[in-house]
């Protein structure tokens, strides 16, 4: 377990840590000049027993509580120092709201310099201190007088501090640790310290730093100070790290090394934020705050989910707007310290950690962010149902650390089917398909004639919309189980075929052949028309109706080519891979100069190719259209 230092400056934090551990956490020069703690300082206290408590000791004065709160985020137990002197003071205050805001309920606050003190003093001050405690998550805390002096009450704290008992941070996500401190070993290289979040770290563990994406590779580990082959959460680390582009200079303070798989940086956290009851004015909407989070700390801005002031002491939603990508998961604690950095003025609790940049305060939005503000077992059922009927399942387990077997287990649990990335009820999905085979049949009883449904029509054709990703998801199924049939560019019921009529179905069956044989350069409508004893305008109609639909398409008027075949033809022109001339163009189909003019007249209007003088090229974006060029390079 890792306890932090709380309290004024000159009370005596590191003092008593020194007395607890024999480590003086004042490592820096300036310190010991200064006779102050400015940065964090750690130190651990073996038992001998092969327990430890490991210390992360604060500095107290106002400047420094930036540094104080990227040590704060990762401890698990609070020592509020408070001296038997001087009793309660301004940082005394701050340190405790922020103990407070971070959710943290074990801790001990020691009275020290308590050989300065008289009994009656101690009484007053440990009387002061209980009023202090009452309305924060410290209420009831046990304080003991202290004195690193004369060593009065320190094994004490210490067996009570050892009784507090272990880490709650999860072992069983993906790794990650916050990083307090990098520094360059000699012969070593690039070390990295920082608390364990969550998971474990091992030697030689691939891991990634957010926000940056720097690949690290773990060369070697100290957890609690002793070399080990294994950090788990919990515990505070020092990395040996190795990496093609590592260096001090490209990590800071309050990156993460995560698992790959939690790699994920955000600049926008849908947060609970409680603004602190102390505070004398409202928290207006699009305030500027400082966040900090983990080891990190940056600017950025309140947007209010729910009005559009919060009231002091009061609770809502809210979405941080940062000014700079963070890595962040549903759980973390946020403090939020006035722009001017003097004060804090709210604490928050990270519901999504990757908000929606657009309709953050629609109602269903809100109804969402209360279901995620749950435990994972009771969201995961409530989100199945929300009317929005699905859940992106990989986004749902990122922001929560689980790994695929926890999110399966928890989907069980929940009555979810997984379906490509997302699940749904079983209910859900058995109504989206109804909906579909409902909607095409609907179609197809309507336009008989017509060949079906395109996929964008289909969606938007739907009782219920879905979004696309998850419409295409629910269709590739309808698909896979051949309930709905792909024809071109359209979507049928198997039962449905493009009703032609006999006659027209004979006439199509001759001309497709000759359309086939003539491929670069078809006849046209009128020698369809001679050749078969069929009026012209019936034959023009036959071949807008086969257009219709994407057997054929019409490169000029009346002039119609079977689809693939204009497939082909996109091909060749963008196999010159260069600009090239219509008769180069010509030359490869051997159809005359005239219809190689109209074919590529035809390209141009359609953004196929780019016509500059003689010379064309073809448009790498838009070459699919008429479907997979690649099919075949022709000439
Ligand atoms: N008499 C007495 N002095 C103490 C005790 N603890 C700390 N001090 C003194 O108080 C001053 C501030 O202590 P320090 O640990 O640096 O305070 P910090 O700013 O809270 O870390 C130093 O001069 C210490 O020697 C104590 O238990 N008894
Ligand atoms: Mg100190």
């Known amino acids: 377990m890792i306890v932090g230092t709380a309290g004024h400056i000159d009370h005596g934090k590191t003092a008593l840590v020194k007395a607890l551990t024999g480590v003086d956490a004042d490592r820096l020069k300036e310190e010991k000049a200064r006779g102050i703690t400015i940065d964090l300082g750690y130190a651990y206290s073996d038992l001998g027993d092969g327990r430890q408590l490991g210390f992360v000791d604060v500095p107290g004065h106002e400047r420094f509580v930036h540094n104080m709160l990227a040590g704060a985020t990762g401890i698990d137990a609070a020592l509020l120092i408070v001296s038997a002197t001087e009793g309660i003071k301004p940082q005394t205050i701050e340190h405790l709201q922020i103990v407070d805001l971070l959710g943290l309920d074990r801790g001990i606050v020691a009275l020290t310099k308590a050989d300065l003190a008289d009994d009656d003093q101690l009484l007053e001050r440990m009387a002061e201190i209980e009023t202090l405690l009452a309305p924060t998550s410290l209420r009831g805390a046990e304080i003991m007088p202290v004195s690193a002096l004369t060593g009065q009450g320190i094994e004490e704290l210490k067996a009570r501090l050892l009784a507090l008992g272990e880490s709650r941070k999860g072992t069983t996500g993906f790794a990650r640790l916050a990083i307090d401190r990098c ?129 002091p002491g009061d609770t809502a939603l809210a979405q941080l707007v940062l000014d700079e990508k963070v890595g962040a998961l549903a759980g973390d604690h946020v403090i939020l310290r006035d722009p001017s950095a003097t004060r804090t003025v709210a604490g928050a609790l990270v519901v999504d950690p990757f908000g929606p940049p657009r309709n953050r305060r629609a109602e269903r939005r809100l109804v969402e962010l209360a279901v995620l503000a749950e435990p994972d077992d009771v969201a995961l059922r409530r989100l199945l149902a929300l009317e929005t009927g699905f859940v992106e399942t990989t986004r749902f387990a990122l922001a929560r650390n689980l790994r695929p077997a926890d999110v399966e287990r928890l989907l069980a649990a929940a009555g979810g089917v997984a379906l490509g990335g997302f699940a749904f009820l079983a209910e859900t999905l058995a109504a989206a398909r109804r909906d579909i085979v409902d909607s095409l049949k609907a179609h197809h009883g309507a336009r008989p004639d017509a060949p079906g449904l395109q996929p964008e029509r289909l969606r938007l054709a739907l009782t219920k919309r879905w979004p696309p990703a998850v419409f295409k998801t629910l269709l590739d199924q309808e698909i896979k189980a051949r309930t709905v049939m792909v024809d071109g560019a359209f979507l049928r019921l198997p039962g449905h075929s493009l009703v032609l009529g006999a006659r027209d179905e004979a006439l199509w069956h001759k001309i497709s052949a000759e359309l086939e044989r003539d491929r670069y350069k078809p006849p046209r409508v009128r020698d369809f028309a001679t050749a078969h004893g069929v009026a012209e305008p019936e034959m023009r109609k036959l071949l807008q109706r086969l257009a219709k639909v994407g057997r054929v398409v019409e490169v000029a008027p009346d002039h119609y080519f079977l689809r693939p075949a204009v497939a082909e033809m996109i091909g060749i022109a963008h196999a010159f891979d260069r600009e090239f001339t219509a008769a180069e163009f010509r030359d490869k189909l051997d159809n005359g100069r005239k219809v190689a003019i109209q074919i590529l007249e035809f390209f141009d209007r359609n953004g196929i190719t780019i016509r500059r003088g003689d010379l064309r090229r073809t448009v790498l974006q838009r070459i699919a259209r008429f479907g997979s060029p690649g099919a075949s390079t022709g000439g």
């Open 183 to 311: 520094f360059v070993l000699a012969g070593a290289g690039v070390v990295v310290t920082g608390t364990v979040h969550a998971g474990e770290i091992r030697v030689d563990d691939r891991l990634l730093l957010t926000p940056s994406g720097l690949e690290a590779r773990v060369r070697s580990l100290h957890a609690q100070n002793r070399a080990a082959g294994i950090g788990r959460a919990g515990e505070r680390c020092a990395l040996n790290l190795v990496g093609p582009r590592l260096s001090k200079e490209a990590i800071r303070r309050g990156d993460w090394v995560v698992a790959p798989e939690l790699h994920a940086p955000t600049d926008r956290l849908d947060v609970r934020l409680s603004l602190l009851p102390s505070e004398a004015n409202t928290l207006r909407h699009w305030s500027p705050v400082h966040v900090h989070l983990g080891a990190a700390h940056a600017m950025g801005r309140v947007a209010l989910l729910e009005g559009d002031r919060l009231a």
